[in-house]
């Protein structure tokens, strides 16, 4: 089993900036948290919250501030190594985020895709759905999502040793 992390945003490009983050550890546990915008994070897409669900308003009561949130994944993650499948757009919000903080980030960002090989890469997205539709989640949350990951490639690993 590999650590596994998605981030939900207040929408993609320039101005948007992390609003959640959840994470899929190894061991079976997993973890999530709302970030509070910063005072100048003021870009906000409602095709993206149609997608997460989460309002601005919910963040601006429940989030936590960025410092927290960046203490809180260098507790969960401090020197694993944690895959994601969006690493171009994780990278950027999770660098924005501890660059808010002021802290160091303490656990090393990866792409799913280099654990797989080349036919893997290929079926990565239709086992991604299979997983999704036997998992029966009900919402599209960073956790879930990360879980979701997770489970992909444990079922693709299992179906290669056979």
Same mark, same amino acid.
């Given at each position: 089993?590999?650590?596994?992390?998605?981030?939900?945003?207040?929408?993609?490009?320039?101005?948007?900036?992390? &609003?959640?983050?959840?994470?899929? *550890?190894?061991? /079976?546990? $997993?973890?999530?948290?709302?970030?509070?915008?910063?005072?100048? +994070? !003021?870009?906000?897409?409602?095709?993206?919250?149609?997608?997460?669900? &989460?309002?601005?308003?919910?963040? *601006?009561?429940? /989030?936590? $501030?960025?410092?927290?949130?960046?203490?809180?994944?260098?507790? +969960? !993650?401090?020197?694993?190594?944690?895959?994601?499948?969006?690493?171009?757009?994780?990278?950027?919000?999770?660098?924005?985020?501890?660059?808010?903080?002021?802290?160091?980030?303490?656990?090393?960002?990866?792409?799913?895709?280099?654990?797989?090989?080349?036919?893997?890469?290929?079926?990565?997205?239709?086992?991604?759905?299979?997983?999704?539709?036997?998992?029966?989640?009900?919402?599209?949350?960073?956790?879930?999502?990360?879980?979701?990951?997770?489970?992909?490639?444990?079922?693709?690993?299992?179906?290669?040793?056979?």
């Amino acid at each position: 089993m590999y650590n596994f992390i998605d981030v939900e945003a207040s929408g993609f490009g320039a101005g948007s900036y992390p &609003i959640e983050v959840g994470v899929a *550890l190894a061991n /079976g546990q $997993s973890h999530c948290t709302l970030i509070r915008p910063e005072a100048d +994070w !003021l870009h906000w897409s409602q095709e993206a919250e149609s997608l997460h669900g &989460i309002s601005r308003d919910i963040l *601006l009561i429940k /989030g936590k $501030s960025t410092l927290k949130a960046a203490l809180l994944l260098n507790e +969960w !993650l401090a020197g694993k190594t944690v895959y994601s499948d969006a690493w171009g757009n994780d990278s950027c919000w999770l660098a924005l985020l501890f660059e808010e903080a002021g802290v160091r980030q303490r656990f090393k960002l990866d792409s799913v895709v280099s654990l797989l090989t080349s036919d893997e890469m290929m079926r990565w997205q239709h086992k991604k759905e299979q997983v999704i539709r036997s998992m029966r989640l009900k919402r599209h949350r960073a956790s879930s999502d990360a879980k979701i990951l997770q489970q992909t490639l444990a079922e693709m690993q299992t179906a290669c040793a056979v």
